[in-house]
């Protein structure tokens, strides 16, 4: 079973920059899509980004030209680039593999990991 980890999380100031990752315990294909999460207190999860295998990406409104989904096949990592951030970017971030059905949305093949803690105070 794939076990998928979060990291690169933590606390920034308005305008701050972070760069999340995502790494596959086990070896998975390179035509699966791909998805970041965020849960914020309170909240339900919801995509922020998700990127196919042939390249084509989908962006929640709140955080296109301030986000960046992209991927290393050989590194079996997934990265959230975030810059801009603001307070309401503040939640735990995870991520997903799976196909995409529509936009925004994953069919997940993964359980979900930790996920990383993103807090961005004004």
């Known amino acids: 079973q794939v076990q998928l980890v979060e990291s690169g999380g933590g606390s920034v100031q308005a305008g701050g920059s972070l760069n999340l990752s995502c790494t596959a315990s086990g070896r998975i294909p390179n035509f699966n899509d791909m998805a970041w999460y965020r849960q914020a207190p309170g909240k339900q999860r919801e995509t922020v980004a998700l990127?196919?295998?042939?390249?084509?990406?989908d962006l929640a409104d709140s955080v296109k030209g301030r986000f960046t989904i992209s991927r290393d096949n050989a590194k079996n990592t997934i990265y959230l680039q975030m810059n801009s951030l603001k307070p309401e970017d503040t939640g735990v971030y995870y991520c997903?593999?799976?196909?995409?059905?529509?936009?925004?949305?994953?069919?997940?093949?993964?359980?979900w990991g930790q996920g990383t803690q993103v807090t961005v105070s004004s």
């Open positions: 990127l196919t295998s042939t390249g084509s990406t």
């Open positions: 997903n593999i799976g196909t995409r059905t529509s936009q925004l949305n994953l069919y997940r093949y993964y359980n």
